[in-house]
Each structure stands twice: as C-alpha cells, then as structure tokens.
C-alpha cells in the first residue's frame, strides 16, 4: 500500500469483526478516501491498539506502550509513501507532539522510521468525531484537497478502482 490510514483503536462493530474501520465511521472514511481517488485496495488502514479499550475508553500509556512497537514494524514493512493520522492517538503517538488534532490538522508532518526513512504525513480528525460533530467535515475536505496535491508531488498514483 502505498498509503496508510492509522487510527485509534477498534470500535465495537470493529472488534467483532476483526477489522479496523468497518463500522459508520468506516463507511464513513471510505467516502472521505473514494473523493480523492483513493480506496481500500490501494489504502492499508489500521489503528494504533489492536483491540478495543474496555468501556469504549482511550487507550492508556500503557496500552499504546505494548502495541507501538507493532506498528511501527507494521510500518517499515510496509513501506508507505505516505501516513494519514486519524484522530488524536494515533498523531500524537507517532508524531510525538502534545496538540490535539484541532492544532495538528492540515499541516504537513514527517515521520521518521527507526531506521531513518522519512514519510510525509498528515493528521486530520476521526471519522467518528465527524459523525457526532458533521460541520467539521469542511475541514477534513481541506486537509483531504492537500493530501491529494501532497499525494500528486510525491508521484503516487492511487487510482480507485
């Protein structure tokens, strides 16, 4: 994949299923990417924890702790081009910055691999924000025009099919 969607952590129709994003705000994510060509085949979306926090609660230090280093193996064998953050967990983890997404949104950001490798990115707001607060969708469209002009620089071609 050539892009990568990173979240939170599963919601409950997500953890029965065993996929991430499959719920509202999956279907939801899947319109955001399909209106800047992009789709599941070409997209590789996961979270930050594995498995859904009890009560629906954020993930603990603790948790983010044991599941980190998966993700970020999970990221240098992938290799992609370039990491959407959805949400605040996954931007701040990654990232290692203290904002919330209102201040991180929208503006470009590099991760830097274990091993070097640097990978634009950028963070924009949850799904399941979107579907509780939909007047921050206008924001979301923004960040997804200059992802898509990011996407076009860098070369990748993510036809959706």
Request: aromatic share 8%; hydrophobic share 40%.
């Amino acid at each position: 994949a050539r892009v990568m969607v990173i979240g939170e952590a599963p919601g409950a129709e997500e953890d029965r299923e065993g996929r991430p994003f499959v719920g509202q705000s999956g279907q939801l994510l899947d319109r955001i990417l399909r209106n800047i060509g992009l789709d599941r085949t070409n997209v590789w979306i996961t979270n930050v924890l594995y498995w859904r926090p009890p009560g629906n609660r954020p993930p603990t230090t603790g948790e983010i702790a044991v599941c980190l280093p998966f993700l970020e193996r999970q990221i240098e064998l992938l290799a992609p081009r370039f990491i959407l953050f959805v949400g605040a967990i996954a931007a701040k983890t990654l990232l290692e910055r203290t904002e919330g997404v209102t201040k991180l949104r929208g503006r470009p950001f590099t991760y830097r691999t274990a091993h070097g490798t640097e990978i634009p990115c950028l963070v924009t707001f949850h799904p399941a924000y979107l579907l509780r607060q939909p007047l921050n969708k206008r924001f979301v469209w923004r960040d997804m025009l200059a992802m898509r002009a990011r996407l076009d620089e860098l070369g990748v071609a993510c036809g959706a099919s």
